[in-house]
C-alpha cells in the first residue's frame, strides 16, 4: 500500500526528493508561440517605453530655451502694456469728440429753434 501512494516519476525522483534535485524546467504543455508572443510582447514594451522617454526628453525645454522664451515674454508684456497705453488714450479723445458733438447737437437744436422763430417773425429779441 506504501507503494501505491509513491508515484515514480519518468525521471526517478518520487515525493519531496524530487522537488529538491530538479531545477526549473518548461513544462511541454508551454508551446513555442506563448514563448514567441512574451518575448514579442516584453520586446515591445521596451520599445514603448524607450520612444515615451525620448518624446519627454524632447518636451523638456533647455534652460537657453527658457530664457529666450523670458525675454520674449518680457517684449510681449511691455508692448501690450504700450497699446493699453494707447487705447485708453484713445478711448479718452473718442470721449472727448462725443462730449462736443453733443454740445454741438444741442447749440445747433437751440439755433434752430430760433431760425424758425425769425422765419416765421414771431421773434422778440428783447424777451
Known amino acids: 500500500m506504501i507503494d501505491k501512494q509513491k508515484e515514480v516519476h519518468s525521471n526517478g525522483y518520487d515525493g519531496p526528493e524530487r522537488r529538491d534535485h530538479v531545477d526549473w ?3 511541454r504543455g508551454v508551446s513555442l508561440t ?8 516584453i520586446a515591445t514594451s521596451i520599445w514603448w517605453a524607450s520612444s515615451i522617454n525620448s518624446d519627454i526628453t524632447s518636451l523638456r525645454p533647455l534652460p537657453a530655451e527658457i530664457s529666450v522664451m523670458k525675454e520674449r515674454l518680457v517684449k510681449l508684456e511691455t508692448t501690450v502694456d504700450t497699446h493699453n497705453r494707447y487705447f485708453n488714450k484713445l478711448n479718452t479723445t ?3 469728440f ?3 458733438i453733443d454740445r454741438i447737437d ?4 437751440r439755433r434752430r429753434s430760433l431760425i424758425d422763430q425769425v422765419e416765421r417773425g414771431s421773434y422778440n429779441p428783447k424777451k
Open 34 to 41: 506563448i514563448i514567441l508572443l512574451l518575448l514579442g510582447n
Open 94 to 96: 473718442l470721449d472727448n
Open 106 to 109: 444741442r447749440e445747433q437744436a
Open 25 to 27: 524546467h518548461l513544462n
Open 98 to 100: 462725443n462730449t462736443t
